[in-house]
């Protein structure tokens, strides 16, 4: 007996699957296809299908919608390095970043090279040409470093869509170089002596900015977009906010006395959203570098050189810069006895390793050191042949 005798009027096999077939008021006949079911149910479902039809609630089965033939795409658009560069500022800015200038500088270097080329065509080798171009102009192994982690930093971004649905501008990141070994961290810091001597040849707002730099080892943008509400006389605190600092934290710092009459005066006449540096006639303190050079070579911490650049020869000034405050202060606090966590707070470090390299050991500290490990011991042993002078230690040999 055949498949489609063993069931009951209204149903039928489709390969394993039973059919309902059923008229409908205009006369037509609807198939429906009920699966693997068993044969009761299939009954079960056919008389329900019978009942809608007539008290005028069935849904007529819909035919399948053919999909409409595809037509030649129109040839995409390569999405090009340089497309990256406003979307990946801007989100740097959004997202609390503090050194557009940098960002912009090392742009400025990469568009050259990356600007005209099309994300999907940025290989290893591409960067690797770029980084002995960059060498063969003599710049440093550490700048080519941070400006290769900008175009990093563009691809990364150009993989999210900023578009619900939309397709992210990078969809493949290349394989970058590994870095390249960077010379020694700068080590340099100033002395007490340095520090006066250097105060002595400074213009009045540098000493200033000296003075609390030399104390806190606050950042240099940190100090010279200070601004009068920040300062607090009364209390002789300072209070960097959130948005005023690298790391986008809070800190607040009580002023010595030394630095208490230096903003006093700073801060004189001044409105609550003043910047506190600010020059004899007034104008905000923006670029500190003739008055830091000139100041610095007066006292003995810096020279000018002849140097070769793309426009000729230029004098080009090596000595000491305001970064190495920070270090002083850190290295100043530690020796001094304060806490860890307090220098960190201070100087706004987030990570203790970080801070340490900023804690500058050199010759008289290891002296230092020597002497209070001598003079630690409680007990030693008197060796009369230390004091002997006809004593060797090593018998001399026979000519």
Not at 114 to 128: N, S, W
Request: net charge positive; proline share 4%; charged share 30%.
């Amino acid at each position: 007996m055949s498949k489609a005798q063993e069931l009951p009027r209204g149903l039928q096999y489709r390969g394993k699957n039973i059919v309902a077939v059923f008229a409908l008021t205009d006369g037509s006949i609807e198939r429906r296809s009920l699966g693997q079911k068993s044969i009761p149910d299939a009954e079960a479902e056919l008389i329900l299908f019978k009942q809608a039809v007539r008290n005028g609630s069935y849904q007529k089965r819909q035919k399948k919608q053919k999909a409409p033939k595809a037509t030649p795409a129109a040839a995409e658009v390569p999405v090009l390095v340089r497309d990256l560069w406003a979307g990946y500022i801007q989100n740097y800015v959004n997202e609390g970043g503090r050194d557009r200038g940098r960002q912009q500088i090392a742009w400025d270097n990469l568009e050259p090279t990356f600007g005209a080329v099309p994300v999907m065509d940025v290989t290893t080798g591409l960067c690797r040409d770029y980084i002995g171009k960059r060498q063969a102009q003599k710049i440093s192994n550490g700048t080519v470093n941070r400006e290769l982690s900008v175009l990093k930093a563009m691809f990364s971004d150009g993989t999210e869509s900023t578009t619900a649905g939309a397709r992210p501008l990078v969809d493949r990141m290349p394989t970058w170089p590994k870095k390249l070994k960077e010379g020694a961290p700068r080590k340099r810091f100033l002395t007490d002596e340095e520090h006066t001597r250097f105060m002595q040849h400074a213009k009045f707002w540098l000493r200033a900015f000296l003075e609390t730099d030399y104390t806190f080892g606050f950042r240099k943008s940190e100090l010279l977009n200070l601004r009068r509400n920040q300062v607090d006389l009364d209390e002789r605190v300072i209070r960097l906010e959130a948005l005023d600092t690298k790391t986008g934290e809070a800190r607040t710092v009580a002023m010595t006395e030394r630095v208490f009459q230096y903003l006093d005066i700073m801060c004189t006449n001044k409105k609550p959203d003043a910047f506190v540096f600010t020059r004899e006639n007034g104008d905000h303190v923006c670029d500190m570098r003739d008055d830091w050079q000139a100041a610095a070579v007066k006292a003995g911490l810096g020279m000018f050189t002849t140097a070769k650049g793309k426009n000729g020869e230029y004098e080009k000034y090596q000595g000491i810069n305001p970064h190495d405050l920070r270090r002083s202060a850190c290295r100043n606090a530690k020796r001094r006895g304060v806490s860890d966590r307090l220098i960190m707070e201070q100087g706004g470090w987030t990570g203790y390793s970080t801070m340490q390299r900023y804690n500058i050991t050199d010759e008289a500290d290891l002296k230092d050191a020597a002497k209070k490990i001598e003079n630690g011991r409680k007990v030693v042993f008197v060796d009369p042949q230390l004091n002997d002078p006809n004593f060797t230690a090593t018998a001399s040999k026979p000519n």
